[in-house]
């Protein structure tokens, strides 16, 4: 998705109102990028602090500002950062987190983002997942305050298409309740029950944007007194899950079934890959196939 | 400087001490210490469009009392200080006050915003200066120091950073609660043009603000913190709010200066 994200950002340097700031990272990601913003692309080096004010600085004055990092480095060091220079003033500044969830694997704990989008929501940031390389240009069109866009890996079957991009989508159609995935999960999920027969799979909901206002009418219709598959590579706390349940209490959705499956952190104690963290957690594609093939 | 800007301070400093009197509002020592200085900056130096970012956010008191001198905030805004329903709370909020552009107060953030500021007023040819006042504790802060490394890189000859060396923090001085010894040689090594003066006298403050650069400034202001008033340069002026009594020996002080 990185080179996605890239492809899209080359597209989108015409715009002279445009920045792009990195704490100096992007090796064989981003030469295009920078070649293409020239000196509109700021290597800030290593300084995530400092990187967030020069944002903030930068936006203040009328640019739109695109600044990178590997996302825990992005979301969590500079916090106070984000939420004094570019929140308190609703600053168009987009921060993009590569490796959401655990997708820096065999890197260890210290490169997975776990817990950035109830971080970042709490602060009031629009919080966008891709869930396909092609998502990435539709998301990164416009946005006009501060911005959270969490990059992972498209992780659908090879040459599926998907409908257009749309903040939540159903790319999987099914009878056997509704599956909602945050971004890349919802490839997972097509892949794991692409093959499954109609009746036993459920609707596949690729979820792209966190917040309560970009959820379909129809999903509130389809999801009462139906069974709910909730997966997302984020912690509980404050997830899609907690947001989503919080929802249906106000407008008073009853599920029949809430299933949700979520980053369980490191419960062995140990680690690996992404997938490997996956596993553990009930998110990886068989965990998903073993779970339909045993619901009725 | 002409006697008829010692008058424009001293009215502003009896301004300041009115208004921390009648919030009960503390910081009043670091309010005291950065007034010349800001008062300097604004009356005689700062052009239509340049920038201010006052990173040490509890001088906003000094800032407000700036401002007022310069008819740019009322006496009746001024009343509301720290009060309900106030757009002058005791660090500045980055809205409804002519000029400031973010909320500060927590230390170390203004040279990063004001190193963008400076970045941006490059890119767009502007001819803006902008301007950043950080307190010397501040300076322990680490992003203080990625900003400096960030704007002597992009040689911001723009970009001004005074600091207010009072030499006192919240709970004990600098030199006692984490030393960073001289901070002259420290910021010269990492490429700033570092001047220092002392942050009371105007003809010296003009100076060092107008001497010519093609690097990013720092001007180290050696104050005194609460100048002027019973706990000058004592702990206590940090945060401590003034008593009646030291109000009024504060503002006697000025009276005796005959400016009031």
Redesign the interface.
């Known amino acids: 998705m990185r080179k996605a994200f890239a492809k899209a950002m080359v597209e989108a340097a015409s715009d002279p109102n445009l920045f792009f700031f990195t704490v100096d990272v992007g090796f064989m990601a981003l030469e295009e990028v920078r070649e293409a913003f020239g000196?509109?692309f700021?290597n800030?080096?290593v300084?995530e602090?400092?990187l967030?004010?020069?944002?903030?600085?930068?936006?203040?004055?009328?640019?739109k500002v695109f600044s990178y990092s590997i996302a825990p480095f992005l979301y969590a060091r500079p916090f106070?950062?984000i939420r004094?220079?570019i929140c308190?003033?609703k600053l168009p500044v987009c921060l993009v987190g590569n490796g959401g969830g655990y997708a820096y694997g065999h890197m260890g704990p210290t490169h997975h983002a776990l817990e950035d989008c109830a971080a970042m929501s709490a602060l009031g940031v629009r919080v966008l997942v891709p869930a396909f390389d092609e998502d990435l240009g539709e998301i990164i069109k416009d946005f006009a305050g501060p911005a959270y866009l969490r990059l992972g890996y498209d992780a659908r079957p090879a040459g599926s298409p998907v409908p257009s991009y749309s903040p939540w989508r159903k790319v999987l159609d099914g009878q056997n309740g509704l599956l909602v995935a945050l971004g890349p999960l919802a490839g997972v999920a097509m892949a794991a029950l692409a093959d499954f027969e109609f009746e036993k799979r459920p609707a596949v909901w690729a979820v792209c944007e966190m917040g309560e206002g970009v959820v379909p009418p129809e999903f509130w219709e389809k999801v009462r007194g139906a069974n709910l598959y909730l997966f997302e590579e984020h912690m509980a706390e404050g997830g899609l899950g907690m947001q989503l349940a919080y929802s249906f209490l106000k407008k008073g959705i009853q599920p029949a079934r809430f299933l949700h499956r979520h980053a369980l952190g490191y419960p062995s104690g140990t680690y690996g890959s992404q997938e490997y963290h996956r596993k553990q957690c009930g998110l990886d594609r068989e965990s998903i196939r073993n779970l339909f093939l045993n619901t009725p | 400087m002409e006697p008829f800007f010692s008058k424009t301070t001293q009215v502003a400093k009896a301004r300041l001490l009115k208004m921390h009197f009648n919030a009960n509002a503390g910081h009043v020592g670091g309010n005291l210490s950065c007034l010349d200085g800001m008062l300097v900056l604004f009356h005689h130096i700062f052009k239509e469009g340049d920038r201010f970012v006052l990173s040490k956010g509890h001088s906003a008191g000094a800032l407000y009392s700036t401002l007022w001198s310069l008819g740019k905030l009322s006496d009746d805004q001024l009343a509301t200080f720290c009060k309900d329903d106030s757009k002058l709370p005791g660090h500045p909020s980055g809205t409804g006050i002519p000029g400031l552009m973010f909320p500060t107060g927590s230390l170390g953030h203004g040279p990063s915003l004001s190193a963008g500021l400076a970045l941006a007023a490059k890119k767009q040819k502007s001819g803006r200066n902008v301007y950043c006042l950080c307190s010397d504790g501040e300076w322990q802060e680490g992003s203080c120091w990625e900003a400096l490394i960030f704007s002597v890189h992009h040689n911001l000859d723009n970009l001004t950073i005074l600091i207010d060396q009072n030499k006192l923090q919240g709970f004990g001085t600098t030199d006692q609660v984490i030393s960073c010894g001289d901070l002259q040689p420290r910021l010269s090594a990492f490429g700033a043009n570092v001047l220092s003066c002392d942050g009371h006298d105007h003809d010296a403050i003009l100076r060092a603000l107008e001497s010519a650069t093609n690097r990013p400034k720092i001007i180290l202001l050696n104050t005194v913190k609460g100048r002027g008033t019973l706990y000058e340069n004592k702990m206590e002026s940090h945060y401590l709010p003034l008593t009646l009594e030291n109000y009024e020996f504060s503002m006697a002080q000025i009276q005796k200066e005959g400016a009031l």
């Open positions: 000196d509109r700021v800030a080096g300084a602090q400092n967030i004010g020069v944002s903030a600085g930068m936006a203040k004055e009328g640019y106070e950062q004094n220079d308190f003033s």
